[in-house]
Structure formats: structure tokens, C-alpha cells
């Protein structure tokens, strides 16, 4: 594997500008604040970002090791998707003031994690397609899927460990950030998943928040955004408020993942569409839904009969649209956002990665508008 400073020139990485993006909010006619700028940056950047992140999947020494191994992971981490994760802890660094290039190798980092959690979470929802295509499992296996995203887990902190633009004592900080996500991602997920298998149908909404705060709101907002800031040389004020930030914003990530589930977009509805339901998965709407519904009884039956008729799951969506849950989500991750982004504009100074950055929030929540 090539080190860091070859993988930086050999990507072209320097092309991540973020002065472009006035001009770019002008060619759609948008906000500032618009959800289209964060649209405009994510499709503009992610196929580089994917280049700069599978840069750092190595190779074995063995030929069998890339056929079982190294080839299927990097296979799957080239179908990406948006990599708003690696792309935000960039945008991150650039707001403080930071030069971007001392980002990627934190936000490559983060991605290795993201396709790690996505890999075993598949296994352990024995989901069938993940970004279109059939979960990794059930193309190579399950032993081997483990295995791959072991080996994703494996390559995170050595990315961030072997990047020469950043100081000893800075890689340090770094990596105890990203352990401390992995745990609380983990941690999260035990949540989610040990409801489901003991049928727990006293979780509250504040249940549920800590959840998806330890689940994704961690590494899918806070710890991009604090480590951006952090190689970038922001203030501890700055780095601990884009972590709030980050927070408030991933929680709001989720529970509009968790409304795409019931009620998408057709984008949506090419996945794995309702099988929250069919999984008996406890999110904000359906324990909002436990509390208010006069049907709980039924909801009840319907989540833990493992059902995939799409009659039953519609009828377990109306039960949660009748109880106003869906609209009880939906508006807590608006206000969560526009909280957030109050407290954004008066952190930091006036920039393209800042509106980058509140645009970020908008599109968030905005993917079922």
C-alpha cells in the first residue's frame, strides 16, 4: 500500500475547493441554507472522495487473500453512496480555517468505519440489498462478509497513524475520537437490535433517543465534524461545537432514515422499503406510535409477526399516521435542525464551508420533501 502523501498526489485531492460553491448556489438558483447546496457538494465530490478512501484498502500477500478478501471489500466500497460522512469532516476543517488536505485521511478513516458497521449491520438484519445491490453476505458468505469488514474496522486508526501532515500528538487525539465512536456506535446498536430480539414494547421516545445518538448520531455527525475541526486547527470552543452540532443533526439523520423507511421517497422504496416493520425495529414513530395509538394491541402483533405482506405493513404505517407519530418525527428533526443551526451561524465565522455546513441540516431532514 502507498503512503499517504503519494495517495494525496496521485488523487488530485488539492481540487476540493470550497470558494466554488457561491457560484455553484447561483447555477440552481439556491439558499445559502438550501438542502441543493449540500446536493450540489456531495455529487460534485464523492466520486473523488470514494478514490481518495479506497486508495487505502491494501492488497494481500497472498492471492487468495484478495480473492476472499481484499477484492470484495474494495468491490463494495466503491459502490459508496453519498460519503457525506468523509465529505462534512472535510467541509469541517475548511470552516475553522483549516487547509482540507489534513482531513482525509481522518475522513477516510470514518468511511472504512461506516462500510465496517454497514457490512455487520446487514448481517445482523438479514437484509438483502444494500445500495441497490445484494448485502455482501449474501454474495460471498457470511463468514467472509465478517471477515471483510473486520478487515475495514482493522485499516481505521493505521490511515490517521501514518498521515505525515499531522502531528504525533494530534494523531492521538484523533484515534481516541474514533474509538470512542466505535463504542458508542456499538453500544447503540445493542440497543436496537436486543429490543427487537426480546420484544420490547416498553421503550419511551427517550429510549429511543439515546439510541441514535449512540447508534448514529456519533459517527454520522458529531465525530466528522469535531475531527474536521480538530485537524484543522479550530478552537476546543469550535471543535466542541461542531460535535453539538453534529449530535443534533445525525439524530435528525436518523430519524428521517427511519420516515424514508415507512413513508420514502422511490429511492427508498428500491431498498429494503417498511422492513423497520418486518423487523420489529423500535423507532421514533413506532414508540411514539406504543404510547398514543389506540390500535397498540394491533401495532403490537404486527411487529413481532415478522411480516412482509405489504397490505399488513401499510396497515401498521396508517396505524402510526393515525396517532400523528409520523408527523410527531418529522417535526422533532425539523426543530433539532433549525436549533442546530442557530447555534452554528453564531460559532463560526462567515464562509462557503460554513453555508456548506447549514446546508447540511436542511438536506437532512429535507430527503422525504
Same mark, same amino acid.
Not at 450540489?40 to 494481500?60: D, Q, T, V
Not at 475495514?152 to 492521538?172: H, T, W, Y
Given at each position: 500500500?502507498?503512503?499517504?502523501?503519494?495517495?494525496?498526489? /496521485?488523487?488530485?485531492?488539492?481540487?476540493?475547493?470550497?470558494?466554488?460553491?457561491?457560484?455553484?448556489?447561483? #447555477?440552481?438558483?439556491?439558499?445559502?441554507?438550501?438542502?441543493?447546496?449540500?446536493?450540489?457538494?456531495?455529487?460534485?465530490?464523492?466520486?473523488?472522495?470514494?478514490?481518495?478512501?479506497?486508495?487505502?484498502?491494501?492488497?494481500?500477500?497472498?492471492?487468495?487473500?484478495?480473492?476472499?478478501?481484499?477484492?470484495?471489500?474494495?468491490?463494495?466500497? #466503491?459502490?459508496?453512496?453519498?460519503?457525506?460522512?468523509?465529505?462534512?469532516?472535510?467541509?469541517?476543517?475548511?470552516?475553522?480555517?483549516?487547509?482540507?488536505?489534513?482531513?482525509?485521511?481522518? /475522513?477516510?478513516?470514518? +468511511?472504512?468505519?461506516?462500510?465496517?458497521?454497514?457490512?455487520? !449491520? !446487514?448481517?445482523?438484519?438479514?437484509?438483502?440489498?444494500?445500495?441497490? #445491490?445484494?448485502?455482501?453476505? @449474501?454474495?460471498?458468505?457470511?463468514?467472509?462478509?465478517?471477515?471483510?469488514?473486520? @478487515? %475495514?474496522?482493522?485499516?481505521?486508526?493505521?490511515?490517521?497513524?501514518?498521515?505525515?501532515?499531522?502531528?504525533?500528538?494530534?494523531?492521538?487525539?484523533?484515534?481516541?475520537?474514533?474509538?470512542?465512536?466505535?463504542?458508542?456506535?456499538? #453500544?447503540?446498536? /445493542?440497543?436496537?437490535? *436486543?429490543?427487537?430480539?426480546?420484544?420490547?414494547?416498553?421503550?419511551?421516545?427517550?429510549?429511543?433517543?439515546?439510541?441514535?445518538?449512540?447508534?448514529?448520531?456519533?459517527?454520522?455527525? /458529531?465525530?466528522?465534524? &469535531?475531527?474536521?475541526?480538530?485537524?484543522?486547527?479550530?478552537? $476546543? $470552543?469550535?471543535?466542541? *461545537?461542531?460535535?453539538?452540532?453534529?449530535?443534533?443533526?445525525?439524530? &435528525?439523520?436518523?430519524?428521517?432514515?427511519?420516515?424514508?423507511?415507512?413513508?420514502?421517497?422511490?429511492?427508498?422504496?428500491?431498498?429494503?422499503?417498511?422492513?423497520?416493520?418486518?423487523?420489529?425495529?423500535?423507532?421514533?414513530?413506532?414508540?411514539?406510535?406504543?404510547?398514543?395509538?389506540?390500535?397498540?394491541?394491533? @401495532?403490537?402483533?404486527?411487529?413481532?409477526?415478522? $411480516?412482509?405482506?405489504?397490505?399488513?405493513?401499510?396497515?401498521?404505517?396508517?396505524?402510526?399516521? $393515525?396517532? *400523528?407519530?409520523?408527523?410527531? %418525527?418529522?417535526?422533532?428533526?425539523?426543530?433539532?435542525?433549525?436549533? %442546530?443551526?442557530?447555534?452554528?451561524?453564531?460559532?463560526?465565522? +462567515?464562509?462557503?464551508?460554513?453555508?456548506?455546513?447549514?446546508?447540511?441540516?436542511?438536506?437532512?431532514?429535507?430527503?422525504?420533501?
Amino acid at each position: 500500500m502507498s503512503d499517504f502523501s503519494s495517495s494525496v498526489e /496521485a488523487q488530485n485531492v488539492t481540487t476540493i475547493n470550497f470558494e466554488d460553491f457561491e457560484a455553484l448556489a447561483q #447555477e440552481v438558483n439556491a439558499q445559502a441554507n438550501s438542502p441543493k447546496l449540500f446536493e450540489l457538494y456531495l455529487n460534485r465530490y464523492a466520486e473523488k472522495a470514494g478514490e481518495i478512501i479506497n486508495h487505502f484498502i491494501p492488497s494481500g500477500t497472498h492471492p487468495d487473500m484478495d480473492t476472499y478478501l481484499y477484492a470484495p471489500l474494495r468491490k463494495y466500497s #466503491e459502490n459508496g453512496g453519498k460519503r457525506h460522512r468523509p465529505l462534512i469532516c472535510v467541509a469541517a476543517c475548511a470552516a475553522v480555517g483549516g487547509n482540507p488536505s489534513r482531513a482525509f485521511s481522518s /475522513a477516510a478513516a470514518i +468511511e472504512h468505519f461506516h462500510t465496517a458497521a454497514l457490512i455487520h !449491520d !446487514d448481517i445482523a438484519d438479514d437484509a438483502t440489498l444494500r445500495r441497490g #445491490e445484494p448485502c455482501m453476505h @449474501l454474495t460471498q458468505g457470511v463468514g467472509l462478509a465478517i471477515n471483510a469488514g473486520d @478487515l %475495514a474496522l482493522s485499516i481505521v486508526n493505521g490511515i490517521v497513524m501514518r498521515d505525515p501532515q499531522l502531528e504525533d500528538s494530534l494523531k492521538v487525539r484523533v484515534a481516541i475520537e474514533l474509538v470512542s465512536m466505535a463504542q458508542n456506535t456499538v #453500544e447503540g446498536q /445493542a440497543l436496537d437490535i *436486543g429490543w427487537a430480539r426480546d420484544s420490547r414494547y416498553d421503550i419511551t421516545p427517550e429510549d429511543y433517543l439515546a439510541m441514535a445518538i449512540h447508534k448514529t448520531a456519533h459517527y454520522s455527525g /458529531a465525530v466528522p465534524l &469535531a475531527v474536521g475541526a480538530l485537524v484543522g486547527g479550530g478552537s $476546543e $470552543e469550535q471543535i466542541e *461545537g461542531l460535535r453539538s452540532y453534529g449530535l443534533d443533526t445525525g439524530l &435528525a439523520f436518523q430519524i428521517q432514515d427511519d420516515l424514508l423507511n415507512l413513508v420514502g421517497t422511490k429511492e427508498a422504496k428500491e431498498k429494503d422499503y417498511r422492513s423497520d416493520i418486518t423487523e420489529g425495529k423500535r423507532t421514533l414513530v413506532v414508540v411514539h406510535a406504543l404510547q398514543h395509538s389506540a390500535k397498540r394491541d394491533r @401495532l403490537i402483533e404486527i411487529l413481532s409477526s415478522k $411480516e412482509t405482506d405489504p397490505a399488513i405493513l401499510e396497515e401498521a404505517v396508517e396505524i402510526m399516521r $393515525e396517532s *400523528g407519530s409520523i408527523e410527531y %418525527a418529522r417535526s422533532y428533526a425539523e426543530r433539532l435542525t433549525a436549533n %442546530a443551526q442557530e447555534r452554528l451561524v453564531a460559532l463560526l465565522p +462567515e464562509s462557503p464551508a460554513r453555508d456548506l455546513l447549514v446546508s447540511m441540516a436542511n438536506w437532512f431532514v429535507d430527503r422525504l420533501k
